[in-house]
C-alpha cells in the first residue's frame, strides 16, 4: 500500500519472520502470526512483480504487549480454606506456570509439597481480600490478582450449664457406741460420730450431759425395744433428766460446707419416747441458729414408731452450723424425749420450694456459669440467650419484670439480663425440673446464626417431708453375732433380724420383715406380704410365694441407705419379689436391668414395680433380640401410699415388664 509502481504489481512470495509466520490463503489474502505471547519487533521479506522486473520489500511488525492473566473472582466461606487454581480463567497459548503468590491482606497463601495452593482466611474475618500471584509461559512473566471474598458464617457459641450430680455428705447411726448391757449407753466426751454435743438450753439444769445410744434389744421402760428395719443396731435419744445425776442429750450440732445453687437434705429416723406426748418428745432443727423445724410425734407404750424425716435447706457456699436440740416441755426423771437414727445429708442441684414465699425462684447464673460468650470476637457477632422447654406455669423475672414464656420458650432482652434473671415457678411445685438453655451467635452481615443448646436440670424441694416407716409391733426375733436360724412360727407376722453372722431367716404365711444385718445372709420370705432388707452379701433373697402385682400379696425388697445395684456386673440372688423399694435414706440407683433380669426376678408373670423419690435412678438395658419401650401408664400402691407409674416393656418372651414410678429418673442405654 505504500509502494509506488507506474503499472500494476503483484506480490510474487513473502520471506520468513523471525517471531512469526506469513500466510496466504486460498483468497490471496497474506496474514502475519506472531509467534505465542511474542511482543517486541519483528520482519520478513516479500518479492513483486510489475511485469517487467522483480522488486524485494521489507515489512517491520511492531507486536505490542497484551496481558493473558484475568482477574480472579473467588469466594469461600469464613474460617474455610480455599483450593486455588488461577490460571482457569487466563489464556494462554501455550503452556503456563505460576512461579509465585505475594501476601493477603486477611489471610495466607500456601503452597503444599503436592504443589497445590490454598488460601486460608484469617481466624473468624469476612469480607474482601486480594493478593497477586506471577505467572510464567516459558516467553515472558507476567502478574495477576486474585479477589477473594470471604462470606461471613457464625460460630458456635461457648456454652456450658452445671448439672452436677447427688453426693452424699455425710451419714451416721452410731454403730460404734458400746452395748454392754440392756439399758442406755453413755458416751462421755464432746463430740460423738461427727456431732458436736449441745448442752443447752436446759430447762432443769442438773442432768449429766452425755451422748446417750441405745442399741436393739435393751430394755427402754421395761420393754424390749428395736431399731427401725435396716438401720443397724443403735440410736441416740435427745432428751432432758430432770434428776440429777441422770444422763441427757440435750441436742447436737454439726458445721456443714456448703454449695451455692445446691439443696441440702437432713434425712434421719425419728420415733417418740414410748408412751410420751408430744410434750416430751418435740424437737427442732436448726440452721445457723434459723429455725427451719419443729416436729413431734408419739409412740404406744409397746413400740417404737419410728418415722423418717427430711429437712431441707439452701447452700450459699458458706459454712453452716446443723442443730438437732430436743424442745421437751414435760420431763423426766429419765429423760424421755426422742429417738435419733439413720443420719445422713445428702446435697442435690437445686432449691426449696417456696424460698420466695409464693413463689420458688431459680436463680439461672448459678447454673449457666461462666456466662454464655462469643468465640468470634472481632466484633461482627452479637450474642442471644433463649430458654425453652419451659413447663409447669413458669415465668422469668428480671429485676422487678416478670415475663411470660410464649410456647414454653423465652430469649432475654440482653445477655447481660443473664446475671440477674430468675426461672420462677409457683410454691406448690415440686420434682425435678428440667430446661433448655440455648446461647445463639448471629452475624450481622448476613444473619447466619449458630446455636448452642444443653438442658439444665434442677431439683425443687419441699422444705419438709415425713414417711410412716413400718415393721413395728410385730412378733421380733433378733440373733447374735454367729450365725443364727432365726423362724417364724408365730400366727403373726415376724420381724427376723440376723444382726451380724451368717444367718438364716425363715418367714412364715403372713407379713414377715426379714433383715439379715451384716454377713453372708439367706432370706426366705412365704406366704403373705413380706418385706426383706437388701444387703450385697446375701446368698438368697427370696420373697418367697407373695401372689404378685395386683393382689394383695406382694413381696417388696427394701434397699437400706444410698444403695446401688448394677445388674450389668452381677446377677445379685433376689428371686419371687414384685417390688423395689427405693424410697428409704439416701438416693438410689437400679442399673443395666435386662429383661431377663425381670424374668429372674419376679417369676411369672413377670412384672416388677420400682418405687422411689426423685433422688432414684433406673436404668434398663437392651440387648439384642430382648428391647425395652414405654407402653403405658399405671398406678400402684405400696404400703399405703399410691404411686404413678409409667410402663416398659420388653421383648423378650414373656413381655417383662417394669411399672417404674414417674418420679424416678429413668433411662432405657
Given at each position: 500500500s505504500n509502494d509506488s509502481f507506474e503499472g500494476s504489481a503483484t506480490v510474487t512470495g513473502y520471506g520468513s519472520a523471525s517471531h512469526g509466520t506469513v500466510t496466504v490463503g486460498t483468497d490471496g489474502v497474506a496474514v502475519y502470526t506472531p509467534t505465542a505471547d511474542y511482543n517486541g519487533t519483528d520482519?520478513?521479506?516479500?518479492?513483486?512483480?510489475?511485469?517487467?522486473?522483480?522488486?524485494?520489500?521489507?515489512?517491520?511488525?511492531?507486536?505490542?504487549?497484551?496481558?493473558?492473566?484475568?482477574?480472579?473472582?473467588?469466594?469461600?466461606?469464613?474460617?474455610t480454606q480455599l483450593t486455588l487454581n488461577v490460571l482457569s480463567n487466563d489464556s494462554f497459548e501455550g503452556s503456563a506456570t505460576v512461579t509465585g503468590y505475594g501476601s493477603a491482606s486477611y489471610g495466607t497463601v500456601t503452597v503444599g509439597t503436592d504443589g497445590v495452593a490454598v488460601y486460608t482466611p484469617t481466624e473468624d474475618y469476612s469480607g474482601t481480600d486480594t493478593f497477586t500471584y506471577t505467572v510464567s509461559n516459558g516467553g515472558g512473566v507476567e502478574t495477576g490478582t486474585a479477589m477473594v471474598t470471604v462470606t461471613p458464617v457464625a460460630d458456635m457459641p461457648n456454652l456450658t450449664v452445671v448439672n452436677n450430680a447427688s453426693a452424699s455428705v455425710f451419714t451416721n447411726s452410731w454403730e460404734s457406741a458400746a452395748n454392754s448391757g440392756t439399758g442406755a449407753e453413755a458416751v462421755s466426751g464432746t463430740s460423738f460420730d461427727g456431732w458436736d454435743r449441745v448442752d443447752s438450753p436446759d430447762s432443769d439444769g442438773v442432768g449429766t450431759n452425755v451422748f446417750e445410744i441405745w442399741s436393739t434389744g435393751d430394755s427402754y421402760s421395761g420393754t424390749t425395744v428395736y431399731a427401725s428395719a435396716g438401720n443397724g443396731i443403735n440410736w441416740l435419744e435427745l432428751n432432758n433428766a430432770n434428776k440429777t445425776g441422770n444422763n441427757q442429750t440435750i441436742g447436737m450440732s454439726r458445721d456443714i460446707p456448703t454449695t451455692a445453687g445446691r439443696v441440702y437434705e437432713l434425712s434421719f429416723d425419728y420415733a417418740g419416747a414410748l408412751g410420751r406426748t408430744t410434750a416430751y418428745t418435740s424437737i427442732q432443727i436448726y440452721d445457723n441458729d434459723n429455725l427451719i423445724q419443729s416436729y413431734s410425734n408419739t409412740s404406744t407404750s409397746s413400740f417404737f414408731d419410728w418415722k423418717n424425716l427430711i429437712v431441707r435447706f439452701e447452700g450459699d457456699g458458706n459454712t453452716h452450723k446443723l442443730k438437732l436440740i430436743t424442745t421437751a416441755t414435760s420431763t423426766t426423771n429419765a429423760g424421755s424425749g426422742a429417738m435419733i437414727d439413720d443420719v445422713s445429708l445428702t446435697s442435690k442441684q437445686g432449691v426449696v420450694a417456696g424460698n420466695a414465699?409464693?413463689?420458688?425462684?431459680?436463680?439461672?447464673?448459678?447454673?449457666?456459669?461462666?456466662?454464655?460468650?462469643?468465640?468470634?470476637?472481632?466484633?461482627?457477632?452479637?450474642?442471644?440467650?433463649?430458654?425453652?422447654?419451659?413447663?409447669?406455669?413458669?415465668?422469668?423475672?428480671?429485676g422487678a419484670t416478670t415475663y411470660t414464656p410464649v410456647g414454653g420458650s423465652f430469649t432475654l432482652p440482653s445477655e447481660s439480663d443473664l446475671s440477674t434473671a430468675k426461672l420462677v415457678l409457683p410454691n406448690t411445685y415440686e420434682g425435678y425440673y428440667t430446661f433448655n438453655v440455648t446461647a445463639r451467635a448471629t452475624e450481622g452481615a448476613n444473619s447466619d446464626y449458630a446455636d448452642n443448646t444443653k438442658t439444665l436440670g434442677v431439683y425443687v424441694l419441699g422444705a419438709f417431708s415425713t414417711v410412716d416407716l413400718l415393721g413395728e409391733g410385730l412378733v421380733i426375733k433378733k440373733g447374735t453375732i454367729n450365725a443364727d436360724t432365726l423362724s417364724n412360727t408365730a400366727k403373726n407376722g415376724g420381724y427376723l433380724m440376723g444382726l451380724a453372722g451368717n444367718d438364716t431367716l425363715n418367714a412364715n404365711t403372713n407379713d414377715d420383715w426379714l433383715d439379715g444385718g451384716t454377713g453372708s445372709d439367706v432370706l426366705h420370705g412365704s406366704g403373705g406380704s413380706d418385706h426383706l432388707v437388701y444387703d450385697s452379701a446375701d446368698t438368697v433373697i427370696d420373697g418367697g410365694t407373695g401372689v404378685g402385682t395386683g393382689t394383695s400379696a406382694i413381696d417388696i425388697l427394701i434397699l437400706p441407705t444410698a444403695t446401688n445395684i448394677d445388674f450389668g456386673a452381677s446377677s445379685p440372688p433376689i428371686t419371687n419379689m414384685e417390688v423395689i423399694d427405693l424410697t428409704g435414706n439416701g438416693d438410689h440407683t437400679i442399673s443395666n436391668l435386662s429383661g431377663q433380669d425381670v424374668k429372674d426376678i419376679t417369676g411369672s408373670p413377670y412384672v416388677l414395680t420400682i418405687i422411689g423419690d426423685y433422688g432414684d435412678t433406673v436404668s434398663l438395658q437392651d440387648i439384642t433380640g430382648a428391647t425395652w419401650s414405654m407402653t403405658g401408664t399405671s398406678s400402684h400402691t405400696v404400703d399405703g401410699v399410691t404411686y404413678a407409674c409409667d410402663v416398659y416393656t420388653n421383648t423378650l418372651t414373656g413381655s417383662p415388664q417394669v411399672d417404674v414410678a414417674h418420679v424416678l429418673h429413668m433411662s432405657i442405654i
Open positions: 520482519t520478513f521479506t516479500y518479492t513483486v512483480s510489475n511485469g517487467g522486473g522483480a522488486e524485494t520489500g521489507t515489512v517491520t511488525v511492531t507486536v505490542t504487549a497484551v496481558s493473558d492473566v484475568a482477574t480472579d473472582q473467588l469466594t469461600t466461606a469464613e474460617d414465699g409464693a413463689t420458688t425462684e431459680i436463680s439461672l447464673a448459678q447454673y449457666v456459669t461462666p456466662a454464655p460468650s462469643l468465640n468470634d470476637t472481632d466484633g461482627s457477632e452479637t450474642l442471644s440467650i433463649k430458654l425453652s422447654g419451659l413447663t409447669g406455669g413458669a415465668t422469668i423475672k428480671i
